[in-house]
């Protein structure tokens, strides 16, 4: 098992910078890589960036060039950097762990963007 808590969304403006954290616990050893997710209201949950054990990063077209994930594997925390937000950035953000027997995730955090 691995469990999962994200932390850092909140209420921004358009343009504005948040910064998401997740916060690893469990069989961590047994985690190829994490990912970030997000939920709109409406829509289906959608990928949003991943990050290898390796180091290796991957990001959706919406998000390249604006959003930046990265590791700290002292603190087996991930975060998710995400400038020049949008109003179509207004989801709940959900962290991803990957491992063999399967997925884990966490509970969410709201990210809203208005002004």
């Known amino acids: 098992q691995v469990q999962l808590v994200e932390s850092g969304g909140g209420l921004v403006q358009p343009g504005g910078s948040l910064r998401l954290s997740c916060a690893a616990s469990g069989r961590i050893r047994d985690v190829n890589s994490m990912a970030w997710y997000r939920q709109a209201p409406g829509k289906e949950r959608e990928f949003v960036a991943t990050?290898?054990?390796?180091?290796?990063?991957y990001y959706a077209v919406a998000v390249k060039g604006r959003f930046t994930i990265s590791r700290d594997n002292a603190k087996n925390t991930v975060y998710l950097q995400m400038n020049s937000l949008r109003p179509e950035d207004t989801a709940v953000y959900y962290c991803n762990a990957k491992t063999i027997p399967g997925d884990f995730w966490g509970q969410g955090t709201q990210v809203t963007v208005s002004s």
């Open positions: 990050i290898t054990s390796g180091g290796g990063t």
